[in-house]
């Protein structure tokens, strides 16, 4: 049930998200947002037909798109890589994670969520209830289980398929399962001891199978990549978006084998990325605080080989070459909280060089586009859904002001005022 309403801020993100309206007025009526205007200009007598909500001395954004979480995992900081051993926990008990963590993303300001990998028996039953009013949540877009092969990355929560004929059945499977995406591992991960991270998972035939697939199915496809060989594959088979793109040499002496050309092609191809750097800031915080103690990597990635600062150069020259980047955390993975969504712009800030506006676009309307719902949310526009998030102080001067979400509108209503939650 949503009323018409107003809310008023200090400062309203204009629709590109590039800049601030001084003393705006959002309107909206029936969830959606009707429209933007100084608060001078409203019509005496709109507090008859809309609640009007004064926000104050806030930063009013549009809701954080959130496009990488697994929303049954713990978010664990476990700090040798098995946590794949909390991945055996029951389907009822990851459902009832899974409900907590859509809540306390939607309190910190996500509006809307990407899942890109979980049991399909427990995303989809939560995004039914989500959806129906059952509990709170963000909009929420789902990969269902992700593809990998026998014993690959994520196999213990994912649907193992090794041929392309196997791959586009699996394809087949999570779309009949509901999904909205599709999600692929080109390469091994970091939690799973039986995959390799320096090498790819499929060649790219498999892979552009899976593409063709996907497009005829009308879903987005997105791949894990943490291998340089991974990342070349997923850019040849047209793959939508490359997640981490760590660009590691297969040699295990070896550092990164980043390849500008690859870059180059990707951007050509309209290919986005998701650098997953929020979490480092995450890790950091939580590491300086004496909270946990830093990771083992994997027994095939040496961190002394590669220092975080390499894996930042090749993903800022990924964007002077024209590669977009979309703003997802990996939320359950470790250091991947659930109410940490705003890190995102944070890294994108402090790793990236970005400035702190084109951190906040890529936090909204940009990875709404990526996400293909820029019609739908992820702006401050008239015409769009509701989806709010406000800040105290100034995100545009202070990156980390996002993290200080005061209030939440999903779909016009207000489920968090002043820092106090009322979902
Ligand atoms: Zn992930």
Same mark, same amino acid.
Do not use: C, N, Q, W
């Given at each position: 049930m949503t009323e018409n309403a107003v809310f008023t801020a200090a400062r309203v993100a204009n629709a590109d998200a590039n800049g601030w309206l001084p003393d705006h007025a959002v309107v909206v009526e029936d969830g959606r947002i009707s429209d933007v205007a100084p608060q001078s200009s409203l019509a005496i007598g709109i507090?008859?037909?809309? *609640?009007?909500?004064?926000?104050?001395?806030?930063?009013?954004?549009?809701? !954080?798109?959130?496009a990488h979480a697994h929303m049954h995992a713990a978010a664990g900081d476990d700090p040798v890589y098995t946590q794949y051993a909390a991945f055996n926990d029951t389907t009822e008990f990851f459902i009832? =994670? *899974?409900?907590?963590?859509? =809540? @306390? *993303? !939607?309190?910190?300001?996500? @509006? @809307?969520? =990407?899942?890109?990998?979980?049991?399909?028996?427990?995303?989809?039953p939560v995004r039914d209830a989500v959806r129906a009013g059952v509990i709170p949540g963000p909009r929420l877009q789902l990969a269902g289980a992700p593809i990998t092969t026998t014993a690959g990355h994520c196999w213990f929560f994912g649907v193992e398929a090794d041929t392309a004929d196997e791959v586009v059945r699996a394809v087949r499977n999570q779309v009949k399962l509901g999904a909205d995406v599709i999600k692929i591992m080109s390469t091994g991960g970091m939690f799973t001891p039986t995959a390799n991270p320096r090498s790819a998972q499929y060649p790219v035939e498999t892979l552009r199978a899976a593409v063709v697939e996907a497009e005829r199915l009308n879903v987005q496809i997105v791949s894990h990549c943490l291998a340089a060989d991974g990342v070349r594959n997923c850019v040849e088979a047209g793959i939508h978006c490359l997640i981490h793109a760590r660009w590691y040499d297969s040699?295990?002496?070896?550092?990164?084998?980043?390849?500008?050309?690859?870059?180059?092609?990707?951007?050509?191809?309209?290919i986005w990325a998701d650098p997953t750097t929020g979490h480092i800031m995450v890790g950091d915080l939580r590491i300086k605080a004496g909270d946990v103690a830093p990771r083992v990597p994997h027994w095939a990635v040496s961190a002394i080989t590669v220092p975080e600062d390499e894996h930042d150069a090749a993903l800022r020259d990924m964007r002077e070459r024209g590669v977009r980047f979309v703003t997802g955390l990996d939320m359950g993975m470790a250091h991947g909280e659930f109410d940490m969504s705003a890190a995102n712009a944070w890294s994108f800030v402090e790793l990236l060089g970005f400035t702190n506006w084109e951190a906040l676009a890529a936090s909204t309307v940009d990875t709404a586009e990526s996400l293909r719902i820029g019609s739908e949310t992820g702006a401050i526009r008239p015409g769009l859904s509701a989806d709010l998030m406000a800040v105290s102080g100034d995100p545009a001067e202070d990156i980390r002001d996002l993290l200080n979400c005061t209030d939440v509108v999903m779909e016009g209503r207000l489920v968090k005022r002043n820092g106090r939650a009322l979902v």
């Open positions: 507090a008859d037909t809309h *609640a009007v909500h004064d926000l104050g001395d806030v930063s009013l954004l549009p809701g !954080l798109i959130e009832m =994670r *899974a409900v907590d963590h859509v =809540r @306390t *993303a !939607l309190l910190s300001g996500v @509006t @809307t969520m =990407r899942d890109l990998g979980g049991p399909a028996d427990v995303v989809f040699d295990f002496s070896k550092g990164l084998a980043y390849d500008p050309e690859i870059a180059r092609m990707a951007a050509d191809k309209g």
